[in-house]
């Protein structure tokens, strides 16, 4: 009897052991999950190398699989049309995304960042699919993301308090994008690429309006501590030269052109949703 009841006790006491443990793992991943996931969706406290890392990887395999088993299986070219179709929807989900900054609308996982790619990109899709069966192509994606994007900027101009940050915008993007125009002159590279590059540098200038002028903080972890040392205006050139060797990279890494093509598509939209977002945050949020 003796022998039976230490044989129980150690079970139990092995059991509780076990569940304890287990229950410290799952707190561990709960509270990693909070911390580096979930609250920066909610307070802007910008990324880290953890949901860096983990984003990139998502992108990665969404770019290389959404191009296999949707864009090639519809017979969708990769081109101007292309970058066009999908501007308004981003349109949109970068003017719901300042919404919420600016107090606008509620928080919420679908509307936050990264959830409004994903919410985008399942609005986009039905529209793809019948472009491509009625043979309409862009017609019903243009007109689908045109309607979202108009009612998201009727509530953000109905709600603007200063339209100063979008006047400098526009003027350090002009700046900005001047040499860019030079050099392609003297030594052409794509004209596709210009897409994406065009929206990284709205994305500059943006950036450097809200950081120089207004104090804001740059929310990607390697852009702030270079932000941080140098100043706002290092970010030109640190993402020139990420432009840069990104193209080099996909002309290298990429030798279908198609393909490669629907990765420019992914940088522009990349850059366009931030050069959006920016602006409209700020002129909900500063008082002119």
């Not at 990769?78 to 308004?88: C, H, I, Q, R, S």
């Amino acid at each position: 009897m003796l022998i039976k009841l230490s044989v129980f006790e150690r079970e139990k006491a092995l059991r509780e052991q076990r569940e304890a443990f287990w229950g410290c793992k799952m707190e561990s991943v709960e509270r990693f999950l909070w911390e580096h996931f979930i609250r920066p969706m909610y307070t802007r406290e910008g990324y880290n190398p953890y949901n860096t890392l983990v984003y990139a990887i998502i992108l990665g395999l969404a770019i290389i699989y959404t191009y296999r088993w949707i864009i090639k299986p519809l017979k969708i070219k990769v081109d101007e049309k292309l970058f066009y179709a999908v501007t308004p929807m981003t349109v949109f989900g970068a003017t719901v995304r300042a919404l919420i900054d600016g107090g606008v609308l509620e928080p919420h996982p679908l509307i936050l960042t990264p959830g409004i790619f994903f919410t985008a990109f399942f609005l986009i899709l039905p529209a793809l699919f019948a472009d491509s069966r009625l043979k309409t192509y862009p017609k019903i994606t243009v007109g689908w993301g045109t309607i979202l994007a108009l009612y998201a900027n009727y509530l953000l101009i109905t709600h603007v308090k200063s339209w100063e940050p979008y006047e400098l915008t526009l003027f350090y993007t002009v700046v900005f994008f001047l040499p860019i125009l030079v050099y392609y002159k003297f030594r052409p590279f794509e004209k596709l690429y210009l897409l994406p590059i065009s929206a990284h540098i709205f994305d500059i200038g943006s950036t450097v309006v809200a950081i120089h002028y207004y104090g804001y903080r740059e929310v990607h972890w390697l852009e702030n501590i270079l932000v941080q040392k140098f100043g706002a205006f290092v970010y030109y050139p640190w993402i020139v030269f990420i432009l840069v060797v990104v193209y080099y990279g996909l002309r290298y890494l990429v030798p279908d052109e198609e393909e490669r093509k629907y990765w420019y598509l992914a940088i522009y939209i990349l850059g366009l949703g931030p050069a959006i977002r920016d602006p409209a945050q700020m002129v909900l949020q500063i008082v002119g």
